[in-house]
């Protein structure tokens, strides 16, 4: 396996801009995974796939913020019309199965600054 | 709401000593897994160690090894003959086992250790 990878690792764009982080899964991972750090805080979950279906988003995921996964492998995240706020590390992380409790593998993250 | 506390926010100490950090967690359900995560400086999330609540056992990995005491919720996790690489955040979790992925992270704690 390769790992979770992602693109970019940073990111820096000015207020009201959009932008687009991309996630590349361990293949053959079913389920994955966004979620947002913050300096000095833990992960905060935002939404989650398996396969190609959008699952379940957490009610940090404003109207601002979409995910998609196409085809079931890679994901994106999209945020428009950024704010200071979302300035953070945004996590993607993958899982093998279908059900089941996995463990998540982690990729090295996107860091937002919105200046 | 299903929280994770992590009470030591710094820890330190010598090298090929022994450390323990902390965990301490809310649920209303019989079944769950938790997880201990390690953040290197500047570098991705990587697993460390998995207990799953049915399992009456201590999970164990190499130098790692958790202390699961399910009536008080408590998950810590002990690190033996502490290394210069261990230096990282060490993020303590938990999922449910029916439906719910997502992890729920804990604050995390700073671990140096000290050459």
């Known amino acids: 396996d390769t790992g979770v990878s992602q693109d970019p690792r940073h990111k820096i764009t000015k207020r009201g801009q959009n932008v687009t982080f991309r996630c590349d899964p361990i293949?053959?991972?079913?389920?994955l995974y966004w979620y947002r750090q913050t300096l000095g805080q833990g992960p905060e979950f935002l939404t989650y796939?398996?396969?190609?279906?959008?699952?379940?988003k957490s009610r940090l995921l404003s109207d601002r913020f979409s995910a998609e996964r196409p085809k079931g492998s890679f994901s994106t995240l999209e945020i428009q019309r950024t704010e200071q706020g979302d300035s953070a590390m945004y996590l993607c992380?993958?899982?093998?199965?279908?059900?089941?409790?996995?463990?998540?593998?982690f990729g090295p993250g996107t860091r937002l600054t919105v200046l | 709401a299903q929280t994770v506390t992590q009470s030591q926010p710094e820890m330190s100490v010598q090298e090929a000593e022994t450390v323990t950090l902390s965990c301490t967690y809310d649920?209303?359900?019989?079944?769950?897994?938790l997880f201990w995560y390690k953040q290197p400086p500047s570098r991705q999330m990587i697993l460390v160690i998995r207990?799953?609540?049915?399992?009456?056992q201590n999970a164990t990995e190499n130098r790692f090894s958790v202390n699961f005491q399910k009536a008080a919720k408590s998950f810590s996790l002990k690190i033996s003959d502490s290394q210069l690489g261990d230096t990282a955040m060490y993020f303590c979790?938990?999922?449910?086992?029916?439906?719910?992925?997502?992890?729920?992270f804990g604050t995390g704690t700073r671990l140096t250790i000290i050459p």
């Open positions: 207990q799953e609540a049915y399992k009456q």
């Open positions: 293949s053959e991972h079913n389920r």
């Open positions: 992380a993958s899982s093998p199965r279908d059900g089941g409790t996995d463990t998540q593998y």
């Open positions: 979790a938990r999922i449910s086992n029916f439906g719910n992925e997502k992890l729920t």
């Open positions: 649920t209303s359900e019989s079944n769950y897994y």
């Open positions: 796939f398996q396969n190609e279906a959008q699952l379940e």
